[in-house]
């Protein structure tokens, strides 16, 4: 899997190359706290309905794939057990307050957990991923998305975390649901949009409280890596959907993604490893926490 993460390296510098990072060492991470929609999701509508949706099969119990997400993945390489993490994401959530929802957005999930009594300390990573359901569900602007990550990163913040793992959006224009669509080429300006305000956003907000320990996932060059140099990354397919119905293919692991919007496992272990390559260059890790 290494010469996956050679694959987008230069994505990531010149991601990163906004930020300037103090060089301080901190205590190990000891827990994930993880906040989102169906790309971290672990089982939460899963029972919330009862164990009906997503379907297992061909769903992987609850999970938006075939198998495992990403930040289980990433939970391995850093040596941190199912006590250890909390994970409130939640398959189509939006970034915004929507109350009367059945789905709690990204706010509603930091509001959730910050609500006292919290448990909020500097040795936990807070993992925040989220802004693809507000664009496919038909928002038309960037700004408000990227606000809303924003003020969820800001009440983490304020309840006194300190240590974020977020992450940008993929191509949305480009997943097999839409690039066929009448709104590819619109998906894709968003996502620019949204990728360079949060990229923008977060800029200021380091300056502004250095303290903040920020890391960031690109997943936008990692997916977009994996469409131009599929062969880096052991894939055949990086356009179509390996499930159709309830009929999955036969080759899931050559398979960008799983069915029309969302990543095969395959993806994920990889969106694990470069989350874990981003961390491990800034934090102290867990004993016994090793590369992928």
Same mark, same amino acid.
């Given at each position: 899997m290494k010469k996956i993460i050679v694959a987008i390296a230069f994505g990531l510098v010149a991601f990163m190359a906004a930020f300037a990072f103090s060089t301080q060492r901190f205590e190990p991470i000891d827990k994930m706290v993880v906040f989102g929609d169906s790309l971290s999701d672990?089982?939460?509508?899963?029972?919330?309905?009862?164990?009906?949706? /997503?379907?297992? /099969? /061909?769903?992987?119990r609850g999970r938006y794939s075939?198998?495992?997400?990403?930040?289980?993945?990433?939970?391995?390489?850093?040596?941190?057990?199912?006590?250890?993490?909390?994970?409130?994401?939640?398959? +189509?959530?939006?970034?915004?307050?929507?109350?009367?929802s059945l789905v709690p957005s990204l706010l509603n999930q930091v509001q959730a957990f910050t609500r006292p009594p919290s448990q909020i300390?500097?040795?936990?990573?807070? &993992?925040?991923?989220?802004?693809?359901?507000?664009?496919?569900?038909?928002?038309n602007d960037a700004s408000t998305p990227v606000k809303n990550v924003m003020d969820a990163i800001a009440a983490l913040s304020k309840a006194g975390a300190r240590r974020f793992l977020i992450a940008n959006l993929p191509n949305l224009g480009q997943l097999p649901a839409t690039r066929s669509?009448?709104?590819?080429?619109?998906?894709?300006?968003?996502?620019?949009?949204?990728?360079?305000?949060?990229?923008?956003?977060?800029? &200021?907000?380091? $300056?502004q409280q250095p303290e903040l320990e920020m890391m960031v996932l690109d997943?936008?060059?990692?997916?977009?890596?994996?469409?131009?140099?599929?062969? $880096?990354?052991e894939f055949t397919n990086v356009t179509g959907?390996? &499930?159709?119905?309830?009929?999955?293919?036969?080759?899931?692991?050559?398979?960008?993604?799983?069915?029309?919007?969302?990543?095969?496992?395959?993806?994920?272990?990889?969106?694990?490893? $470069?989350?874990?390559? &981003?961390?491990? +260059?800034r934090l102290s890790l867990p004993a016994g926490a090793s590369a992928p």
């Open positions: 672990t089982g939460m509508v899963f029972r919330a309905t009862g164990g009906s949706y /997503p379907p297992d /099969p /061909p769903y992987f075939n198998g495992r997400v990403w930040v289980e993945y990433l939970a391995d390489y850093l040596r941190l057990s199912a006590n250890q993490i909390n994970n409130f994401a939640y398959g +189509g959530a939006t970034t915004g307050n929507n109350i009367s300390n500097s040795t936990t990573l807070y &993992v925040v991923w989220a802004g693809a359901n507000d664009y496919l569900q038909g928002a669509d009448v709104n590819s080429a619109s998906l894709t300006a968003l996502t620019q949009a949204h990728n360079q305000g949060l990229r923008r956003s977060l800029k &200021v907000l380091n $300056q997943a936008n060059a990692l997916y977009q890596a994996a469409i131009t140099q599929p062969a $880096q990354f959907a390996c &499930v159709s119905g309830a009929k999955a293919c036969s080759n899931p692991k050559q398979f960008l993604f799983w069915d029309g919007i969302h990543p095969t496992t395959a993806t994920h272990q990889i969106l694990g490893e $470069q989350a874990f390559t &981003v961390i491990k +260059g």
